[in-house]
């Protein structure tokens, strides 16, 4: 998928909202978990239209169309949010982060969840890097712990 995604709707962002949260799903599933009720050839338009943006793919079952979402809800969130990133802070991810502090828009348990998954994500990349130049399988700091009790 494109990583410039164009903007959506609100019956678009409804209709993602459903794909994502119900998997793979015909346009008829979507139509019956909609909050007002459509006809069928508007839904199945909205998910063609979603595809050609590229939020959705399909495959055929019989004559039915089953569509699931191109990514993760995340990654697509992510990439929403690096626009705004760059669009607002010149990049500065920092300064959106001190921004949602400054504005109690994340606590104490939010932050701390946040720094874990920062330091996981740098020790994966650390070790992938060892791993890339030796050549051989990289032992962690607790796998290397255990390994000496």
């Known amino acids: 998928m494109d990583d410039s995604l164009p903007e959506l709707g609100d019956l678009e962002r409804e209709v993602m909202q ?13 139509r019956e978990r909609l909050s007002r009720p459509l006809k069928e050839s508007t839904v199945r338009t909205v998910l063609r239209r979603l595809e ?3 939020y959705t793919t399909h495959t055929v079952d ?11 809800r995340a990654r697509v969130a992510a990439k929403a949010v690096q626009r705004i990133v760059d669009w607002f802070c ?27 998954q920062v330091a996981k994500a740098k020790t994966k990349i650390e070790t992938a890097k060892i791993e890339s130049k030796t050549g051989t399988k990289a032992e962690t700091k607790t796998e290397a712990k255990g390994r000496r009790r």
Request: no cysteine.
């Open 62 to 72: 019989g004559r039915t169309y089953v569509y699931q979402a191109a990514e993760p």
């Open 90 to 116: 010149n990049g500065s991810v920092e300064e959106v982060l001190v921004g949602m502090v400054d504005t109690e828009m994340l606590d104490q348990r939010q932050l701390r969840t946040l720094a874990d």
């Open 18 to 30: 459903l794909v994502w949260a119900n998997g793979p799903v015909t346009a008829e599933a979507v």
């Open 52 to 54: 050609d943006k590229g």
